[in-house]
C-alpha cells in the first residue's frame, strides 16, 4: 500500500489542522494506521493510531485531548486532527500502515511499521 500524507500548514499558537493519509495501491481493511512525528535529529515519536475494524484508537499522552484520529475505510483515508497547536507541535508528520492480526492491536513504535508515507511539515508559530 502507498501512503500520502497532507495537510500540513503554518498556523499560529491555539489554531488547528486536519492531516489526511490517503492510501493507494490496495484497501487499508486490515491495516493499522498511525501518525508519528520528528523533531530534526531525532527518532520518529508516536501520536496516534486507528486500528482497522471496530473504530480502536490510541492517542500518545502527549497530546491527548488535542489530537483525535478518524479513518473512512471505504475513501482509504485516515484523517489526524490537530487542535489548540503549540510551537512544540512543530514537526515533519508521517502517517504509516502494517497489517495486523488483530482489530484491535495499536502498534505504537515505528519500527512496527512498514508502510511509510512522504511526511508533511507541520509548523506553528508562537
Known amino acids: 500500500v502507498q501512503l500520502q500524507a497532507s495537510g500540513g500548514g503554518l498556523v499560529q499558537t491555539g489554531g488547528s489542522l486536519k492531516l489526511s493519509c490517503t492510501a493507494s495501491?490496495?484497501?487499508?481493511?486490515?491495516?493499522?494506521v498511525g501518525w508519528f512525528r520528528q523533531y530534526p535529529g531525532q527518532r520518529r515519536e508516536f501520536v496516534a493510531i486507528a486500528a482497522w475494524g471496530k473504530g480502536t484508537t490510541g492517542i500518545s499522552g502527549r497530546v491527548r485531548g488535542r489530537v483525535t484520529i478518524s479513518r473512512d475505510d471505504a475513501k482509504n483515508i485516515v484523517d489526524l486532527h490537530l487542535n489548540n497547536l503549540k510551537p512544540e507541535d512543530t514537526a515533519v508528520y508521517y502517517c504509516?500502515?502494517?497489517?495486523?492480526?488483530?482489530?484491535?492491536?495499536?502498534?505504537?513504535?515505528?519500527?512496527?511499521?512498514?508502510?511509510w508515507g512522504r511526511g508533511t511539515q507541520v509548523t506553528v508559530s508562537s
Open positions: 495501491g490496495r484497501s487499508l481493511a486490515g491495516y493499522a
Open positions: 504509516a500502515a502494517v497489517l495486523t492480526s488483530s482489530d484491535q492491536a495499536t502498534p505504537a513504535r515505528d519500527y512496527e511499521y512498514d508502510n
